[in-house]
């Protein structure tokens, strides 16, 4: 009864793989969307910005297909990929972790972008006036300085990817082992005969995770604004 | 620093509109300091910020030390970090997330060796940094902020350091102290500085030129001494009190009395007594109020200075007061009340006496001068 079955293990495991590499994806692309839409001025940004921010507001179902029109094997930039390096990624763990990237880019971008707005520009410019270059500026200044953001949005990623549905059982299907993570585990139960203590038990390792992800994240959001104040 | 061939350390003939406001100015400064004075909105920060490449103007030409930082002709624009020029901000601009030591080091790393290459411990006696040197921005004072301020820029090895009224945020307790580690800067470090202000005690305390901002013009450049004497720049320096400022030195101390004796020219002006050594450049401001005038030799008097001038210029406003300024071998500006002009038959050409009372000479109204200043 305590004990976590092969299969619980299985859909944890995918679960937290698949989270992980939506957030390593995500990070360094989140930083520069932020970047781009926090610091500079440029034609089609409004544009840029309802595109990143498209996914919080569409059905993720819509994603989903979305997704699988574009990087299936035979759409646009599934066939490059396929032909150019053999990488299919429909049907397969990695298009999960693409569905959980888009699904969780908007709030990633938002989270950094609050605080990159919240960064004094003229610290940078003290910066420039001591011998600093542009991208030195932003290495030493302004990445220490938005690094409680950039963990907010990390945290965020991470949390909302374990719990992405939707666009994942639409882009990737419910393959177990491969794309079944916790949340299609779960539904899978649910619509089996005699699965209700099995989703139930999913589901409470589905709160313990969040948990332990949120605490986690208020503790080392504390600790860095600590280092950054002084 | 190699100066250019006109000897000049700073040339500046720029121009750039910002909104309603345009900013277009043309001075050299040499070594020393040059003080920027104007009212808030004379466009003195706009200027740094373009000396400093912060801003870009829209014509004209920078140079520092014979180099040119800026060209507009020759489609030359040094990037902020390549101009070597320190900037000590009017609000610190510390970086919170890194220590004191850290702060003073960030561009000591980035800068070569060469130009006002300072020593990292001399810096730190210099401006007393040592206890603070674990602490974070955010646990200091104001004064102590500015002074990690002034060493962080200092210690980036600049051509040249730029300070933005970096006093604003002191409070008059530490503002005494960070005044004479400026003139330490000028004196014993030779910097030059250019530096912000629109206080005129701390110009004439540290300036050896100044510069006249209004309107985003210059209104005069040149010696302090020589301006503060003009009657037609009140306008402008006006806020702060008439008066001229002379250029003095050390003679001798009356330890009896308690006296110092400053030597301008051939004259000898008594003050209270400075503890400073013979031969010691000051600048000395002498308060028009403070100064009376007398026709004839005044005898049986308590004034222990009296000098004997030319009327040169005489300004009467729409008050009772009317401004003399006088050729003692110096200029002196009396302040006098109309009727005692028409009383005296006062006019240019005339000789008169006049009379400062020692103790009219204060602390506030000395200043050290820079050994770059090019009279006294």
């Known amino acids: ?230 | 620093m190699a100066p250019s061939k006109d000897g000049a350390v700073l040339t500046v003939d720029v121009g750039r509109r910002f909104g309603d406001f345009r900013l277009d100015v043309r001075f050299t400064a040499e070594g020393g300091l040059t003080a920027l004075f104007g009212r808030s909105g004379a466009g003195k920060t706009s200027l740094i910020n373009l000396l400093a490449g912060l801003e870009r103007p829209e014509r004209g030409r920078i140079s520092v030390g014979g180099h040119v930082l800026f060209d507009a002709d020759a489609g030359i624009d040094v990037a902020p970090e390549r101009r070597r020029l320190g900037y000590v901000f009017q609000e610190g601009r510390l970086f919170p997330h890194m220590s004191v030591r850290g702060n003073l080091t960030y561009g000591r790393r980035l800068s070569p060796p060469t130009g006002h290459g300072q020593d990292f411990d001399h810096v730190v006696d210099l401006l007393d940094l040592r206890r603070l040197l674990a602490r974070r921005p955010r646990t200091l004072s104001g004064g102590e902020k500015q002074r990690v301020a002034i060493g962080r820029a200092l210690l980036a090895n600049p051509r040249l350091l730029l300070m933005d009224e970096p006093l604003a945020s002191v409070d008059a307790a530490r503002k005494d102290e960070i005044l004479s580690f400026i003139e330490r800067l000028r004196d014993e470090v030779k910097l030059p500085i250019v530096y912000v202000s629109h206080a005129m005690d701390d110009i004439i305390r540290l300036a050896d030129t100044m510069v006249i901002l209004s309107d985003g013009a210059v209104v005069a450049a040149g010696a302090v001494e020589d301006l503060m004497s003009r009657i037609d720049l009140r306008p402008h320096t006006g806020r702060y009190e008439a008066g001229a400022v002379l250029a003095v030195t050390v003679a001798g101390q009356d330890l009896t009395f308690g006296l110092t004796e400053l030597a301008f020219g051939a004259n000898r002006l008594v003050v209270p007594r400075l503890d400073l050594p013979a031969g010691t450049a000051l600048r000395v401001r002498i308060r028009a109020r403070d100064v009376s005038l007398c026709l004839t030799p005044p005898v049986g008097i308590s004034v222990l200075n009296i000098f004997k001038g030319r009327i040169v210029e005489i300004e009467t406003g729409a008050g009772p007061m009317a401004d003399v300024r006088l050729d003692i071998g110096a200029p002196l500006i009396a302040r006098v009340t109309r009727r005692s002009l028409h009383e005296m038959a006062l006019e240019p050409g005339k000789t008169v006496h006049a009379l400062i009372k020692a103790v009219a000479v204060d602390r506030p109204s000395l200043g050290r001068r820079g050994t770059r200043a090019r009279r006294g």
């Not at chain 1, 995918?14 to 926090?38: H, M, Q």
């Not at chain 1, 490059?80 to 908007?106: C, E, H, N, R």
């Not at chain 1, 410019?125 to 220490?144: K, M, N, Y």
């Open chain 1, 1 to 230: 009864m305590w004990s976590i079955t092969p299969l619980e293990t299985e859909a944890i495991a995918l679960s937290l793989r698949v989270a992980l590499w939506a957030v390593l994806w995500s990070l360094p692309l989140g930083i520069a969307t932020a970047w781009l839409l926090a610091r500079c001025d440029f034609f089609g940004k409004t544009l840029l910005n309802g595109v990143v921010h498209l996914p919080l507001i569409l059905p993720p179902v819509a994603v989903g297909y979305l997704l699988l029109i574009l990087l299936g094997r035979r759409g646009p930039v599934g066939g490059w990929l396929f032909d150019m390096f053999g990488i299919t990624v429909a049907f397969t763990w990695k298009g999960a972790a693409i569905a959980s990237a888009v699904m969780a880019f908007p709030l990633m971008v938002r989270a950094i972008r609050l605080s990159l707005e919240a960064v004094d520009y003229r610290l940078e410019e003290a910066a420039r006036t001591l011998g600093a270059g542009r991208a030195w500026v932003f290495l030493s200044i302004t990445l220490p300085l938005i690094a409680p953001g950039i963990l907010t949005g990390t945290i965020l990623c991470f949390a909302r990817s374990l719990g992405e549905f939707g666009a994942t059982i639409t882009f990737v299907s419910n393959i177990a082992g491969e794309t079944r993570t916790l949340p299609l585990a779960l539904f899978t139960l649910t619509q089996t005969p005699d699965g209700e203590l099995g989703a139930l038990r999913l589901m409470i390792i589905s709160v313990v995770l969040a948990l332990v992800a949120l605490i986690a994240s208020e503790v080392l959001a504390r600790r860095i604004s600590a280092r950054i104040r002084g």
